[in-house]
């Protein structure tokens, strides 16, 4: 199939993506860069502070010739800046200027901001590798400078009160600070993010679900804790019935809609990449910090899915960075007791079906509550969006069932 350059600015380079195929491959024109990846400097960083890279020799780009090319590793479900929590605004700060820390004692400089990193396996990682330069008393001040302007524009799409409480504070000495890392330093440590307050669902789970939290990666044991899990019934049939589907379909990716802490992403992320969404801010906090331990192929995204004019905003020059759809859309969407309280948010089910289908690519699996809305008239919400009905199983407590729809391609 014919590749196209995901960037807009090609004159340093550009990454072609196969997402048929998920492979991505760095182009590179520039010879310092070419030497760079392949040097201890960046090989020693890989998968800490940037993807591994592997060179290759028998590469063919259909946009232009380059220097070299590099396979880099795919991501799934990637998080963009104007979506990070405001921990994570504050977390991927302070490692932008950890990376610049390490630049700088190897004679680099690196011209980067937010929009070139994301959060993956639950930490921050710089995705856009072909920004290096030798240093030469660049500015340092300006890559932090730059996420805290007074106006929104392409590379600062929301103000920096949206993440940072003492926003102002920061800005003006941002303003005074000297070209010194460890000025600023001091400048980002201070940084208060925004409160955030009480979800109701934070705690949904309870102490039931110690044991993700005991763990520290997710293996065999854990897995199957959550497989079983049975909840406030005790009953582990709705576990068992949403990891056996995935057991059974193998998407390579998922997404879960309503999340909450993670749970059951964590254990599908054992099969494929995986996305879960919340509206609760605190509980996607929380589900982010247990990645950071378990170290998954999980991403986590907060918003509130029903709101579909933000949701189909894409940010970037051109759209080039996407919509939430566009980049959360999986091969399976699981929504395990969402309907429900998406229901009583919305009273609509056409749109529910709607913002749901949107984000599958081949099945959903649709838990039913009893009791709320017509189950017909559910089943028919669905059916507009080409939704086929394959499977009615078992879910806890009865009489809670699941659907398993098939999207007709």
């Known amino acids: 199939m014919e590749k196209h350059p995901a960037c807009i600015a090609t004159q340093y380079g550009w990454v072609e993506i196969d997402n048929v195929n998920f492979k991505a491959v760095n182009c590179v024109v520039d010879k310092l860069h070419d030497n760079i990846l392949q040097s201890e400097f960046y090989k020693s960083k890989e998968n800490e502070y940037w993807p591994a890279v592997n060179k290759l020799e028998d590469y063919d780009s259909t946009f232009k010739s380059a220097l070299s090319y590099y396979e880099t590793e795919y991501f799934h479900h990637i998080l963009r800046y104007p979506e990070f929590t405001p921990t994570q605004f504050k977390e991927a700060l302070m490692f932008l200027l950890e990376v610049c820390e390490y630049c700088y004692s190897n004679g680099y400089y690196i011209r980067t901001h937010l929009w070139n990193l994301t959060f993956v396996r639950g930490k921050p990682l710089l995705i856009d590798i072909r920004d290096f330069e030798i240093y030469r008393e660049q500015n340092w001040v300006a890559i932090f400078k730059g996420h805290f302007r007074d106006a929104i524009d392409t590379h600062n799409p929301v103000l920096s009160e949206k993440f940072v409480r003492n926003s102002d504070e ?49 293996d065999d044991a854990l897995y199957n804790s959550i497989k079983t899990y049975g909840g406030g019934s005790k009953d582990p049939t709705k576990s068992l019935t949403v990891m056996n589907t995935i057991e059974m379909l193998k998407p390579k990716t998922v997404v879960e809609v309503g999340c909450n802490n993670g749970l059951y992403c964590f254990a599908a992320a054992k099969h494929a990449n995986v996305v879960g969404i919340d509206y609760d801010i605190n509980a996607i906090n929380n589900a982010n910090e247990i990645n950071k331990k378990l170290g998954t192929n999980a991403t986590f995204l907060c918003c509130d899915l029903l709101n579909e004019t933000n949701n189909s905003k894409s940010y970037g020059q051109k759209n080039a960075y996407g919509s939430i759809y566009d980049r959360c859309r999986s091969e399976l969407l699981i929504a395990p007791a969402v309907m429900h309280h998406l229901y009583r948010a919305s009273k609509d089910l056409d749109k529910i079906a709607r913002v749901l289908s949107n984000l599958a690519v081949d099945h959903l699996l649709v838990e039913h509550i009893p009791g709320y809305y017509n189950e017909d008239n559910f089943l028919k919400a669905f059916e507009a969006c080409n939704c086929i009905v394959v499977d009615k199983l078992s879910s806890s407590p009865s009489p809670r069932v699941f659907y398993l729809f098939s999207m007709q391609q």
Do not use: Q
């Open 170 to 218: 920061i800005k003006n000495k941002l303003h005074r600070c000297p070209n010194d890392l460890k000025d600023i330093r001091v400048i980002v440590e201070s940084i208060v993010p925004v409160d955030t307050h009480n979800g109701t669902w934070t705690n949904y789970h309870g102490d039931r679900i110690n044991f993700l939290y005991l763990a520290n990666c997710l």
